[in-house]
């Protein structure tokens, strides 16, 4: 077991997918992403030292996001299998490191066909992926909620929230704006996270934005590293390239924040981690173990009696994309009638 390395946020530029023709110019252009990914991870070890054994890559970084295309379009363009050789490609990466290597990709699943999930995922050094985390909160794609009583049959809730138990701590995934859903996180902690890493896409401002809040609450409340890797901007798409460009950063257990980056691609945003110091920390009583001092049972009857966004809306294979905004418009109407809006 290791108890301190470096961990690397890094922070590279996306090339959408969005405006190419098929599926083969789309997987052409994913190549040559991981391929830049690669020289860009070796020259960045290279500088930290081969104390670096864990690097995060961004949200979206290998084919941006959908912008219109339908589920059926973008799955066929832009998603990956599950057993996909671009997944053995970015193993590669990580065998030849020996690294953990994590990032987050649109994945199709043949137990649900005519749908995608966002998918988080961590190879280790041998390449093996260790773990697969389905986005779980999402105003436009299809999560494992949507589908939730066939998907728990398929993967069990050990599948909607995993944790991959290394030899650099547990690790565990959220994407992108479920940073800002604390039960998520919480989740993850009391199944034994210790390691949140947080690939995402999003608007980087000098002043405090909901996230950067969220990433210091989910520290802090969980007593876990938080390594948040946002994208350096994104070409090849309508929207301006520097909308979702900076600040990558790394958290710790205390919610210091140890280290960050500003806009453009960089390996600045690295840190080390304590996994010894951190574990000490949650073993000792006092008013700043939070997690220690939690009593879920004060919260079950709560959130047993809640009728919020309904689970099981695509088990009928709906795929059309305004089902997403419908959905939470109705959700909004409930909770105005129960009086909690």
């Known amino acids: 077991m290791i108890e301190s390395f470096r961990a690397l946020a890094l922070q590279v530029t996306c090339t959408a997918v969005n405006r190419l023709k098929n599926r083969d110019e789309a997987r052409s252009r994913i190549q040559a992403a991981i391929d830049r990914i690669g020289v860009q991870i070796a020259a960045s070890l290279a500088f930290i030292g081969p104390e670096c054994r864990l690097v ?4 979206y970084v290998l084919t941006g996001y959908p912008m219109g295309e339908s589920l059926e379009a973008w799955g066929e363009k832009a998603c990956l299998a599950m057993d996909d050789p671009l ?5 590669e990466i990580a065998q030849k490191h020996r690294i953990f290597l994590a990032g987050n990709a649109y994945e199709l699943d043949p137990h649900f066909p005519g749908l995608y999930f966002q998918t988080c995922f961590v190879l280790d050094p041998s390449g093996s992926m260790v773990l697969r985390y389905r986005r779980l909160n999402s105003m436009f794609a299809p999560t494992p909620h949507d589908v939730w009583e066939r998907y728990l049959d398929c993967y069990g ?3 909607v929230f995993p944790i991959a138990k290394t030899e650099i701590g547990n690790l565990a995934a959220v994407a992108s704006d479920e940073i800002l859903f604390p039960e998520v ?9 210790e390691i949140l890493l947080h690939p995402t896409s999003e608007i980087f401002s ?16 969980n007593a876990v590293y938080v390594v948040s890797a946002n994208t350096a901007g994104i070409t090849e798409s309508p ?11 790394i958290v710790d257990y205390r919610g210091l924040v140890l280290a960050d980056t500003g806009p453009g691609e960089s390996m600045a945003a690295f840190a080390d981690i304590d996994l010894a110091s951190m574990r000490r920390f949650r073993r000792q009583p006092g008013l ?13 009857e709560c959130y047993r009696q809640a009728r919020m966004y309904p689970p099981n809306t695509m088990l009928e294979g709906k795929t059309d994309r305004q089902h997403f905004i419908q959905t939470q418009r109705e ?11």
């Open 288 to 300: 700043n173990n939070l997690l220690a001092r939690q009593r879920p049972e004060l919260y079950v």
């Open 206 to 221: 000098p002043g405090r934005s909901p996230k950067d809040v969220a990433k210091i609450a989910r520290a802090v409340e």
């Open 87 to 91: 997944y053995d490609t970015l193993g």
């Open 331 to 341: 959700t909004i109407e409930q909770l105005a009638k129960l009086g909690v809006i």
């Open 185 to 193: 996180a919480r989740c993850l902690a009391l199944r034994g996270a």
């Open 239 to 249: 929207i301006p390239g520097s909308s979702t460009d900076g600040g990558s950063k």
């Open 157 to 159: 809730l050990d599948g």
């Open 56 to 59: 995060l890559l961004p949200e």
